[in-house]
Structure formats: structure tokens, C-alpha cells
């Protein structure tokens, strides 16, 4: 089984060079590959699937053309967690839970699951992710929806700039926790935006997937051989 995954793109409407390279990417790796997976936080913000933007009808496009010729598979990360169901049937992608379990005991995260020490981020996400929350958001004006992503963005690097590099980790305990489960050989995670692989002595191994920042990370599976990459996001993507 070949397959690429990736994490953590913030796509927005202000950055066309990423915006291109996501396009290149999947126009790519959807001739070549069986599957796609993208592991949360496509977006920046996700305002719902209403979005009448430039920017929200492109990607749906771009994502529509590529599930064509390959699977793609997308999870909820804390930036696109209103990727909603009309979303998923007009580009013609599959929504997957967190935690998905693929065969050879590959697990699949956003990985934010494992930072349990971020209290404040953990009790913050309880709020976001209850339906009462979400159905009151969503009848608001997309105008004011806009807003409150703004706001809510300016917030979170403002909290973030002033937290423990180690609370925005994943926590050790949680990850020991996964690599007991008998059947996880492999976790593949994003969101911390720590890139890298970790090899432990049993033979279990994390995949820290990296953010489309300075270059566009890229873990490729060729059966069980897994390969964590980063290309150039100035230059046109090809193979
Ligand atoms: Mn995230």
C-alpha cells in the first residue's frame, strides 16, 4: 500500500505560494498513490461549510479533482474541526476520527489528544467540540463567524507565546500509554509542529508530522517503510 500523509498546512486565503503547493501535491500524489491522509489543520479556520469565500470554493475544487483519481481521507485538527458533512460529499473525501487504526497497527492522530498537560487547551476543546456549541456558531452571520476566527487565532498565539515549550508537547505518559497497546506499532501524529521520527528499543515508532512552514512535510508509506520528508514550498512540487 503506498500512501503519503500530511498535517498541519494552515491554508489561507493570504499565502498563494502554499496554496499552490498543496494543489501541485495532491495533482501529484493522486496519480501515483492509493491514499492520501490528512491528519487536521488543513486550514487556518473553518468557518463552516456555508463560506461563500474565493478561498472556500477553491479548495473544495482542488480537493474534489484529486479524490477522483485517489482516496483521500481528511481528520478534524483544532483549526478545521467544522469541516461539516456537505464538505466531506462535495469534494467527495472521507472524514476519519482521530485515533483511526489502519492495518499493521498503524494508528492515526492529530496528535493535540496527547498534550494532557495543556490543561487550559484540553478544557477549551471540551467547549468547541460540543454540539451545542457548534449549532450556536453556526447560526451566526458568516461575517461575525470571520470575526470570532480572527479573535480567536490573535488569542491562542497570545496564550501560546507565554506557555512552557513542554506543555505544548505531547506528554510522555500519553504516548507510553499508546505504545503499550499490543496492537499500535506505529503512531503517525501532527499539531505540535515538531517534526521527527522516534525510534524506541521495542520497535515501536512515532512519526511527528511537520507544519507546511518553511517547507512542506511529508511522511510517505511504501508498505512498512515509512519516509518523513520536507520539500521546498517555493518550487513547484513534483516527484
Ligand atoms: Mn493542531
Sequence with gaps: MRRAFIS??????????????FQEFLN???????EIYILGDLVESW????DDSEFAR????????ASKKSALFIMHGNRDFLLGSSFFSETGSTLIPDSTQLEGG???????????DDHDYQE????????DWQR?????SLENRREFGKKIRKESQASNATKAESIMDVSTSAIEEVKNRKDITVVIHGHTHRPGIEKHDDGFTR????????????????DSEFKLSCFNLQDRYEI
Aim: charge should be negative.
Design 28 to 34: 501529484v500524489e493522486s496519480d501515483r498513490l492509493e
Design 8 to 21: 498541519d498546512l494552515h491554508l489561507d486565503q493570504t499565502d498563494e505560494d502554499r496554496f499552490s503547493r
Design 106 to 116: 498503524l494508528l492515526l492522530s492529530h496528535g493535540d489528544c496527547y498534550c494532557i
Design 207 to 222: 512519526i511527528t508530522l511537520g507544519p507546511w512552514e518553511r517547507c512542506g512535510w511529508v511522511c510517505y508509506q511504501d
Design 136 to 140: 450556536e456558531f453556526l447560526s451566526q
Design 124 to 131: 477549551m476543546k471540551i467547549l468547541l467540540r460540543s454540539e
Design 58 to 65: 477553491r479548495l473544495i475544487e482542488t480537493i474534489g479533482r
Design 47 to 50: 468557518i463552516g461549510d456555508d
